[in-house]
């Protein structure tokens, strides 16, 4: 960082890339830069050794409390992990979704028995999670959802029929997390009503997972079906009938110390753009180096930003503009790039660093869409952020 | 004075857009598209349909019409993404045909009939950015032969030429036109994969491919002179297409968002969605009054040949309507509009493909300010 | 014009220059090039004994039928007069809404003596009208307009009470159509009905106005007081209750061969910002010398656009787009301006073309919002050009 | 880590709007245009408030605070669109007294008492870019005296200067800076007309004018050393300003379209509405995020001096939201937003003034890109 960072911090961030140089080598080599995000040649299974390989290392759950096997670490020190993570090349975390969001929200509504159990399998690298909530007919309106789940009354346990949508990663995962309608605790009416969010195994026979293939032609996302899919009576996050609420807590942990990781992953982005225009000749176009200077000063904005709305005390106006600014930004970037490419961003390329501007440039277009669209956001801002109207 | 269509011309609009219905159905182009992205069923029926010969001079077989026809196909067949390579094969060398048969006599009329009007894909090999630029030489051998050295990088739809124009220098510097069938001996094509699969482009190099003399069908200044007028119909052609991309992609945009929905109501009533629908609207109709515009110029009979600025006109506003129509229209199909199965991401690299070809926005504006800025004051300067 | 321009027509444009010549001359050469629109030196009593020299030449109501006193001239010349008057520089027409959009309103719906008497009066440039319909609290809702008009019984006039703003020229008409609410044809309900569009002469005691300071600083628009104001009993046009059909018609003479007028005095302001960043080197700046040919190319767009829409056949997708097209081109042309000015646009500037240039930059702000905001303008084209559900 | 102010810091901010709402409301800013558009009164206020020494060392007499400080008093004065030249009189010379207080000795402490401290209006005479460049000579007459000679033709808030630091040429070229009352004899101020009423300008003009060694408070390298630092610092200084005035055009925004009715509910719950208030809102949170970070950075205790990039980010972000956000304010205002009457066009006009002071947007771009894509390419060569 380059502000009043103490010693403690100057530290530890050497620590951080100390460990990753020495582990990033080897066969985990292979993985370095490699977003996951539909990227060519992520290797799952390399991917989730190295999430073993991290764990192994103390770098997983390192905010969580000591109770739960974590570091305590404080959010400063979080910060610079991730942030260091990426630029030391670390590769996009295949168990992000327990980790980051599942493991708080068990911390928050789990009981006793569902922390210890799935707590370890998390913070060991070893199981992996899905997230079941979007639908076909329940994207930007979540609360549509008509996935339903009901009780076995002979054996206590729930039946999930229906389907999911956008699940990144179900095919590499073990259990998914589903918000599914249930009768009980819907008597108070209204749509957020009636919900239950359950822990379900992926690996049954009335789970079938069906790959959808991407704009980049691979395949990160997946449909879901639930057709009498069972899972333990016990195994409901929160109340039931609460599901809605306890599913929007699971969604604000989205924001949190990742996101300097994800900018340091933007910033090796933006590094292999002016190396190219450096290369090719767009660096002395007049027009592109304003394009240029314009998205590299807008990256330390959306660092600037991302510090001040970490603080415990940002107001909502701030902390709300980070999702619009970033996922914009990064669709600028991709668009610059292909700007930039010119004529060879017309073919697909092999060198790797022009390959994986391409794949920016189309990879980006989901960035505004998924997680609150664009129009969601800014309907977030305008109601929460401003206090207009609804 | 007002800008507005003949009947002959909107009824090739018209029936263009039947056959295209028809014969470059979404499905269609899918299937043509996984298996390597040349429908050569609809050229044929192209040809049938007297499509390729619609610019070519009457005296050579054509049927004598105007960049204004080329563009309403050209437009059409962006639109349904046809996969033809109409544009390399058909618009950008319809200068190139009036001028053989105006001026190339017996042997240019004879040229225009074997390349232009026999059925086959003769593509017109200009770099990228629609220059001539080659770095291939031309030098003669014998008494009545040529040798052809040398690489052309990047061609579009060339993956699937029977025939390539190629630009060449000669020796002392000027440029000549070669024709060659890509069975010539010594010619190697080499296919390229493209961001935009619907438009093919290879490499090719050629080493000591001999020439007849037929086959060097423009040369030195007359060629030079032709170049910059042929380059500003292309622009004017490919902004046709671009136009065309652009209205498509507002179309499935208001389709979609009219159908799916949300929070109990269609998408489309969402007054965000709406205005960005419009926004799409006003960058579509503009575009094309531009390039209709552009063509009737084109095609005046008092037109001075000079459409730097129409074509400018054209080319910007085109690039950036198709620009922005396929990036919302992506952003307006919400979840699906980055899958694979759903057909905007197809717009989407058609129009950044189109972005870069003929010249960038970038480029045609300092063309542009060139003429506004330095030559008109030099001009009034002079008189004053 | 550039394409298949007629011997007539050429020989129609040659008469308008001549014309022009000869008259725009002497004392009226101090109205050349004056826009009107709040521009400074606009001598309203000079501007209207032009009007009368202009009526004198037959260059007022030239499309109106013969029988009305007009010169029955195709769309194409009265284009080219539209077009040849403002390079010419002919002066912002003080006479503008009685004769394009009052007058043809008259021949559609007016009583045979309201024909006769108002008609003459416009086409000398002796009547001046004023537009009476938007009001503080009906502005993109005009709906909700709430001046009232009742009949005197004992005298049959028409009494009106309520109050209009934005009334452009007020202060120098003397009469004013007034869209207002009457009882009357109110019978079948919804908020169209049972209004009424009354011709009202502006020089009476129940009338006041007042001007609006604008952002300027000058004043070319008015708020208008209806006080117990009269008019007679014969004068309202078209049905009583029918009024919001009449008023409509009305602006839907807005668009029309005068179109052309406008975009030639942007390309006079054009011509002026060129010159200048000629002048001042702003033409030797990259970005500059973009943004200048984006705006050149821009109104060559317009005009092809203008021509495309002015077509009988042209559909409503074709000419809904034209008012938000010409009305942010001009903005963007004004913010142009300024950069271009740079250091001297910080300063109120003597020189009349420089002065010119920092009032269009201010002007223009207001052309997004009369005659329907940009946002109004985005529905319907959304709506009645794109078939989209309101 | 995060970026946070400290409590003295919000304690500043707070009690500066607290402040300025009473004194600089937008009724005594509409009676302080109309008359000229200083007021003396705020100023007075300011100085006795500390605000005026609140970047001044404690050496010299100031509180010793720094630009974070000055930082977001400015912002509440964009804000509130106070009428006092405090960005060309207190945030603009700041490097400069810091600088003669650590290294201009007894003298240096005495001009940044008698200038800084004692309550006049002391404008620095910087261009309209920030730049030096007078059109002024400096040079020797006597033994101990100096005569200056030339014109300032465009210096900001100077109209209600009573003293100015004006740039000079030295007979070898480099500059002095020259400390005058504005009554010194041969000085020369002319009030001018400007776009934006809150902020006034005047051309100076000296001819012949005496200057004691004294008035001479920086020349040669010294100078040339601290102009760019300080031009950064000024640059980060007036996007707070910046950011002020958008937050401010976006409040009156959404106040005004929450309370205008139209078709039945208030305007601003319409969807495009408040789309509009949101891409204001992501400008201003933005461009302050920008700003604050730019100003912790150059507080820094290891702060290198150099503040090209985050100043750069400051500026073209503050610009951007200063622009966008006033013209969004008088389009969402309607018919009253182009009305004298209604206060989005002060802020309109202060945003555009703004826009062209201490460097475009585009100047300030090459430079990043200088940096980023040429200096740090050579550097990076030089080491491998």
Redesign the interface.
């Known amino acids: 960082?380059?502000?009043?960072?103490s010693e403690i911090?100057r530290a530890f961030r050497t620590e951080v890339r100390a460990w990753m140089a020495a582990h990033l080598s080897g066969r985990f080599a292979a993985l370095k830069h490699v977003s996951g995000l539909g990227a060519q040649g992520y290797d799952a299974q390399l991917a989730k050794e190295w999430e073993q390989e991290l764990a192994r290392g103390g770098w997983t759950g390192i905010g969580w409390e000591a109770q739960y096997g974590g570091r305590g670490l404080p959010?400063?020190q979080q910060?610079?992990f991730h942030e260091e993570y990426v630029r030391c090349g670390g590769p996009g975390r295949i168990g992000h979704i327990g980790e980051t969001l599942l493991a708080p929200t068990l911390m928050a509504y789990g009981t006793p028995e569902q922390k210890a159990r799935f707590l370890p399998g998390i913070l060991a690298g070893t199981d992996y999670w899905a997230q079941g909530y979007?639908e076909p007919?329940a994207?930007?309106?979540l609360a549509?959802i008509r996935t339903r789940a009901r009780r076995d009354e002979t054996t206590g346990e729930w039946v999930i029929d229906g389907q999911k949508?956008?699940t990144s990663w179900a095919h590499e995962s073990d259990w998914i997390f589903v918000l599914a309608r249930t009768q009980e605790g819907a008597a108070a009416g209204g749509r957020h009503q009636g919900m239950v969010l359950l822990l379900v195994p992926l690996h049954q026979p009335g789970v079938e997972i069906r790959p959808?293939?991407?704009?980049t032609?691979t395949s990160e996302f997946n449909e879901v079906f639930f057709d009498g899919a069972r899972t333990e009576g016990s195994l409901h996050l929160g109340p039931v009938g609460d599901g809605w609420k306890v599913a929007m807590y699971l969604l604000g942990c989205e924001r949190g110390a990742s996101t300097l990781g994800q900018q340091a992953h933007f910033r090796h982005e933006l590094e292999l753009l002016?190396a190219l225009?450096?290369r090719n000749g767009a660096?002395r176009?007049?027009?592109l180096?304003?394009r240029?200077?314009?998205v590299?000063?807008g990256l330390?904005?959306?660092r600037?930003?991302a510090?001040?709305a970490?603080?415990a005390?940002?107001p909502a106006?701030?902390t709300?503009?980070s999702k619009?600014?970033w996922s914009n930004w990064h669709r600028d970037l991709g668009?610059l790039a292909?700007?930039v490419l010119?004529?060879a961003?017309?073919?697909?390329q092999d060198d790797a660093d022009l390959a994986a501007l391409?794949q920016l440039?189309?990879v980006s277009?989901?960035d505004?869409?998924?997680a609150g669209?664009?129009?969601i956001?800014?309907?977030l801002?305008?109601?929460r952020?401003?206090?207009?109207?609804? | 004075m007002e800008l507005r269509l003949n009947d002959e011309q909107k009824m090739i609009a018209e029936s263009a857009a039947q056959v295209l219905q028809e014969r470059s159905s979404g499905e269609r182009v899918r299937q043509v598209l996984e298996q390597g992205g040349l429908d050569r069923a609809l050229w044929q029926e192209a040809c049938a349909l007297g499509w390729t010969a619609l610019a070519v001079p009457e005296q050579a077989g054509g049927m004598g019409l105007g960049l204004t026809e080329l563009v309403l196909l050209q437009e059409q067949l962006g639109w349904h993404l046809a996969c033809i390579p109409f544009f390399d094969a058909v618009v950008a060398p319809a200068p190139l045909w009036r001028h053989l048969a105006q001026h190339g006599g017996a042997s240019g009329l004879a040229a225009v009939e074997r390349l232009a009007l026999s059925g086959q894909i003769c593509v017109l090999g200009m770099a990228?950015?629609g220059s001539l630029g080659a770095q291939a030489k031309l030098q003669r051998r014998t008494e009545g032969g040529w040798e052809l050295d040398g690489i052309w990088p990047?061609v579009?739809s060339a993956a699937h030429a029977d025939a390539l124009l190629l630009p060449a220098q000669l020796p002392d510097g000027t440029y000549a036109l070669v024709a060659l069938t890509v069975q010539a001996s010594g010619l190697q094509l080499q296919p390229?994969?493209?961001?935009?699969g619907s438009r093919s482009?290879a490499r090719i190099q050629a080493v000591q491919v001999a020439v007849s003399p037929d086959d060097v069908l423009l040369q030195g200044d007359a060629l030079a002179q032709l170049w910059e007028p042929l380059r500003q119909h292309a622009a004017i052609g490919l902004a046709a297409e671009q136009v065309g991309a652009a209205d498509r992609a507002l179309q499935l945009a208001v389709a979609y968002t009219c159908e799916r929905?949300?929070?109990g109501k269609p998408?489309g009533s969402?007054q965000?969605?709406k205005h960005r629908a419009a926004q799409m609207l006003v960058q579509v109709e503009l575009a094309r009054s531009a390039v209709y515009e552009a063509a009737f110029l084109a095609d005046a009979p008092d037109s001075a040949g000079d459409l730097l600025l129409p074509a400018a006109q054209a080319r910007t506003q085109a690039t950036q309507a198709a620009?922005f129509c396929t990036?919302e229209c992506?952003?307006l199909h919400?979840?699906v509009?980055?899958?694979?199965?759903y057909d905007p991401?197809l717009y989407?690299r058609r129009a950044?493909?189109g972005?870069?070809?003929m010249g960038?926005v970038?480029e045609w504006l300092e063309q542009a300010a060139v003429r506004l800025l330095d030559q008109q004051h030099e001009a009034k300067e002079a008189v004053a």
Chains 1, 3 share one sequence.
């Open positions: 960082m380059n502000m009043q960072e911090n959010l400063s910060l610079i979007s007919g994207g930007s309106d549509a949508v956008w959808i293939r991407q704009i032609g002016l225009a450096r660096a176009d007049p027009l180096r304003q240029l200077a314009v590299a000063l330390q904005t959306l600037s930003h510090l001040r970490l603080a005390d940002a106006r701030v709300l503009v619009y600014a668009e292909m700007d010119g004529d961003g017309l073919l697909l391409q440039w189309l277009r989901a505004t869409i998924y669209t664009n129009e956001q800014l309907n801002m305008a109601e952020g401003l206090g207009m109207p609804r | 990228v950015d990047q579009a390229q994969a493209t961001v935009d482009s929905q949300q929070f998408v969402f965000a969605v620009l990036r992506i952003q919400g979840g509009g980055f899958t694979w199965e991401h989407f950044q493909a972005s870069q070809r960038t970038a």
